[in-house]
């Protein structure tokens, strides 16, 4: 049996890619500033809050290192239980209910409450596991342009079926806001569901790092709120909450939830003490928020930054080839920044994403954003 032919195929799209400059290869963690990570208050590295993991989950009934199954089998030990309905009530809802990762609990909710003759309505800047989750389902999909409320009410106006309006709370390419107020009005006009994710707020806003929706006081009006665990969470998981009606469907018909082995217990502690951690050492935020002002008014007369209040920063630099060498020299001056290149930005919109972190000194940002500066003023 040759493999060649297929492999052939592959390797051709593969060159291509490399002839494009968007070739993708893995690279273990460097030792640079972290200007990249999805760490914001670093608990992932927090020595007092590993002790505390740890602790716990040595007091622990059998703790043990892997769950051993799916949740509906012998996956579900009674600390997760307590943990969902402890998330339950951190964020105010009937239910909630954690899977694997992010990228899983979005494909599945989206493969899965929107029903042949229903309609999704997404945000064209919205993360590739809810479009993978639009593309799983039944439903008709159509994408508004981003944060554009009379896009969003043309389509809206012509939908059929249940309707389904899905957005992010901060866009993870663009480091915006979405304008969640004006969606919120939309969706009760014309009886749509709202769907939010909050992978890049939760933790960060709100006393015990609720997110954005709660400490805005707009978290009832959301249909489904998803929040992930590997970003300012510095762990791993998701978490849905909602209605007990959506939750009870979800275990019922949601294939990525029912068919796979659940997540280790550590991880459940990991989710459970670090809301506890946060309403703890409020610093945390404080210090991120504190960082994010120092970035913004060093570098607020570029044009190229773009406009963002959140820990997520942009500097618009286009093309690939120009913005990996952009990155590269940054990279070069011990600053860990990295590229977005086609395709996973629009050709022509490439950029130099900018992660800050409570734990990034003020003078490693007035360096980098120096070097940013200086960078820019010489860009060919
Ligand atoms: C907005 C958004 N949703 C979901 C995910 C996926 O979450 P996870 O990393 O837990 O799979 C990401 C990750 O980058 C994200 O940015």
Redesign the pocket.
Known sequence: MTFKPLLAQLQEKLNKRLEEGNLRSLKSQSSLIDFCS?DYLGLARDENFQEIVFSELKNLPQPHLGATGSRLISGTHPYMLETEQFLAQLWQAEAALVFN????L?TALLATIPQKGDTILSDQL??A??REGARLSLAQRFYFKHNDLNYLESKLRKATGNVFVVV?TIY?MDGDKAPITEMIQLCKQYNAYLIV?E??STGIYGKNGEGWLQANGWHQEIFAR?Y????GIGG???CVVGNRTLIDYLINFARAFIYTTALPLHSWVHIRKAFEYIGNNNFLQEKLYQNIRIFKETLQDLPQLKESDTAIQIVRIGGNERTKRFAQKLQEQGFDVRAVLSPTVQQGEEIVRICLHSFNSPTEILNLCESIALLLARLD
Do not use: M, R, V, W
Request: charged residues 15%.
């Open positions: 999805n990762s992010g990228y899983q979005n919205i993360h596991s809810l992010e993870s994710d992978a890049h998803i992930t665990f590997g970003k791993h998981g998701a």
